[in-house]
C-alpha cells in the first residue's frame, strides 16, 4: 500500500498523491493541485460537510430573494403569495382558477383553431347525420360516423382481407373435422344488419358464431352483439379466443349450439 505523500504520475502528465480523509481517516489518491492534495476529504465526508454548512431555509437560502410577494388572480380577483421567481409566470391563485383561466381560452370559439364549430355531415354506410369539426374534413376524414361503418364500407368495396385469419381458420378445422353444420361468412357475403358474422348456419337455422379476441372485445359486447342478430330473428353463439387452448371443449360447445332449436318467431 502506498504511504501518505506518495505522488505518482497519471495520463496526461497529470500527479496525484496518496492521502488521508481529515474527517474519517480514509486513504485514496488525490489529484495534486500546486503542490498539495486537491480535497482534504473523502467523498461521502465532502458531500456531508457541504450539505450540513448550506443555509436551506428562509433568509439564508442562497436562493432567497427577498421573500414572497403579492399578486392579483387574473380570474377571480383574489390576493395572494408567491415567490419572486415565479412572479412573471404565476397567473391564478388555485388549481381551480387555472382550469377555469387557461381552459377557457383553449375552448370552442376563444381557440386559435377555431372555424365556426362542426358542420353536418352524412354518413356514406348508414346514411346516418353526424357532425365532425372541419379540420377532419380538410384532413380527409369525416365521411363516416364511426369506424364500425368505416369497416362495413370498405369490406364491401372489396378493400378489407377476405380469407379468415389464423385463429378463424382453427374453428374451420374443427368444424370440417366434426363435419359441423357451419361455414366461413367473416370474408362480407353475409350480412346481418351492419354486422358481418363470422359463422353461419347452412342447414337453414338461423344461427351465427362469433369468434371474439380477448383483447379487441369487452365482455359486454357479448349481450350486444346478441341482441343485435336477435333483431333479425338469429341466434349467436360467442367462442372467446382463450377457449381455443382447449378444442375437445370448443367441439363439444358447437354440437351443443347445433342441437339448440331456432329462436320463436
Not at 21 to 49: F, H
Not at 99 to 120: A, C, E, F, P, Q
Not at 193 to 207: L, S
Not at 224 to 253: M, S
Request: charged fraction near 30%.
Amino acid at each position: 500500500m502506498p504511504q501518505i505523500g506518495e505522488i505518482k504520475i497519471v495520463a496526461d502528465s497529470q500527479k496525484k498523491i496518496w492521502a488521508a480523509c481529515e474527517t474519517c481517516g480514509k486513504e485514496r489518491w488525490v489529484q495534486v493541485s500546486y503542490g498539495k492534495p486537491k480535497s482534504n476529504y473523502c467523498l461521502s465526508c465532502g458531500v456531508k460537510r457541504w450539505y450540513h454548512k448550506q443555509p436551506r431555509t428562509g433568509e439564508n437560502s442562497p436562493n432567497w430573494r427577498g421573500g414572497k410577494v403579492q399578486k392579483v388572480c387574473q380570474l377571480c380577483g383574489k390576493q395572494y403569495e408567491v415567490y419572486p421567481f415565479e412572479k412573471e409566470t404565476s397567473k391564478y391563485c388555485s388549481l381551480e382558477c387555472l382550469h377555469k383561466g387557461w381552459m377557457g381560452t383553449r375552448i370552442g370559439d376563444k381557440n386559435n383553431l377555431w372555424k365556426g364549430g362542426k358542420v353536418s355531415r352524412t354518413c356514406k354506410e348508414c346514411g346516418k347525420e353526424f357532425e365532425v369539426f372541419p379540420y377532419t374534413i380538410d384532413l380527409g376524414y369525416g365521411d363516416f360516423c364511426s369506424n364500425r361503418c368505416v369497416m362495413i364500407y370498405y369490406r364491401r368495396q372489396g378493400k378489407y382481407r377476405q380469407s379468415p385469419n389464423k385463429v378463424e381458420q382453427v374453428i374451420i378445422d374443427l368444424i370440417s373435422a366434426n363435419n359441423l353444420p357451419f361455414r366461413y361468412s367473416g370474408n362480407g357475403d353475409v350480412w346481418l344488419g351492419n354486422r358481418n358474422p363470422d359463422f353461419i348456419n347452412v342447414n337453414g337455422k338461423k344461427q351465427v358464431i362469433e369468434l371474439f379476441g380477448t383483447y379487441w372485445h369487452p365482455v359486454f359486447d357479448v349481450a350486444n352483439r346478441t341482441e343485435h342478430y336477435k333483431q333479425y330473428g338469429f341466434d349467436c353463439l360467442v367462442i372467446w379466443e382463450d377457449e381455443l387452448k382447449t378444442p375437445d371443449k370448443v367441439i363439444a360447445k358447437l354440437k351443443k349450439y347445433d342441437r339448440k332449436q331456432e329462436l320463436p318467431c
